[in-house]
């Protein structure tokens, strides 16, 4: 018998309710509205989609910071909301999320070194303040911060915005967990560091095996980090997965045209293939409110291919091709 996958997202919803004024009628945001995903054992998915979409939702539902409305998250196989005592501590450690932005997730009244033992205490991964002190050292040179003993005691505000998220994936990777959710790593970090910080993630994935959730709503840095980490691409839009698959094929071979105005809109080093380019136009350039988006397909509003049954029939997630999946009326319309 296969051994389950590491995790494994099953029609996930999570909505929040909003009331509009005092007497208003309570309606939802559905931030998460239905996604299947499954995340293997050192696997990499690179999760994209617009500011809003959801994906950092997904990405915290997942980590168990948000609790679901409905469907199932499964841990190895076993339903997390029905863990409890040992087991559900062990999915709480193995599932580590680095956040956005680095200095707002650190205590700024803890140094470095009280960040780092904090968790080593917590997981008795080391004891005594001489473990303490150099399992915190050996973290600090993992993420390329050196010499440690510059960095152990200094306090957040100390630290640069790229020293500053080096700490944050050294105390994520410090109880050694088989999944990394990476909410958007490089956002807040200077455009020069980010890619020092990408390879130092996916060196992290070939020295500590550990999995990752790589979230972002920029496909060049998708496009850097599927490429050199492989793994898939899960495009995601207004609460839905529109378009998933292997990295390379998502990125070469777009199917949903969500994902082809994404790629349209990475520039491109060559300057005579760019002015060859022709960005596809928009229905309309207004992403729909999540309060209340339009019927059938989501993107009908904007597709520049929209046809009769897209404001009217949700579309299914079909495999088109081999490990190729896309929800999009053009490609079941040729399946009948």
């Known amino acids: ?22 007497f208003g009628k309570k309606q939802y945001v559905k931030a998460v509205d239905g996604v299947d995903l499954v995340i293997g054992k050192r696997h990499i ?19 168990g910071l948000i609790k679901p409305t409905a469907g199932k998250i499964l841990y190895k196989g076993k339903d997390v909301l029905k863990l409890s005592g040992k087991e559900y501590n062990e999915y709480r450690r193995n599932i580590q999320i680095v956040h956005q932005d680095p200095f707002s997730s650190l205590n700024p009244t803890k ?10 205490k917590r997981w008795g991964i080391a004891k005594t303040r001489k473990e303490l002190l150099e399992r915190s050292a050996e973290l600090l040179e993992m993420v390329g911060l050196t010499p440690p003993e510059d960095f152990l005691f200094k306090y957040p505000h100390q630290l640069s915005g790229g020293q500053r998220q080096r700490v944050v994936i050294a105390r994520a990777i410090s109880v050694h967990p088989e999944l990394i959710v990476a909410d958007e790593p490089i ?17 992290l994935q070939k020295k500590i095996g550990t999995a990752y959730l790589f979230i972002t709503h920029d496909f060049g840095a ?38 082809k105005v994404l790629m349209s809109a990475v520039p491109v080093p060559d300057p005579e293939l760019s002015r060859k380019r022709k960005p596809l136009q928009l229905r309309s350039l207004d992403i729909p409110s999540p309060l209340n988006p339009p019927p059938g397909c989501k993107f009908n509003t904007r ?11 949700v579309p299914k997630l079909v495999e088109v091709k081999p490990n190729h ?6 490609y079941t319309r040729e399946k009948k």
């Open 1 to 22: 018998m296969s051994e389950p996958p590491l995790i494994e997202v099953k029609d996930l919803k999570v909505y929040f309710p909003v009331r509009k004024g005092f």
């Open 45 to 63: 998915v690179t999760l994209i989609g617009e500011s809003g979409c959801g994906k950092t939702t997904l990405g915290k539902t997942i980590a």
């Open 111 to 120: 140094t470095v070194f009280q960040t780092l033992s904090a968790a080593l």
């Open 187 to 203: 956002t807040m970090i200077d455009v020069s560091l980010r890619i020092d910080i990408l390879d130092l993630l996916l060196d």
């Open 222 to 259: 998708a496009r850097y980090f599927a490429a050199k980490g492989g793994g898939i691409i899960a495009v995601m839009y207004l609460g839905n997965i529109v378009e998933m698959g292997p990295a390379e094929e998502v990125i070469q071979r777009p199917l949903h045209p969500y994902t």
């Open 303 to 313: 597709c520049p291919y929209y046809f009769e049954p897209c404001d009217k029939e």
């Open 325 to 330: 999946w896309v929800a999009c009326h053009l």
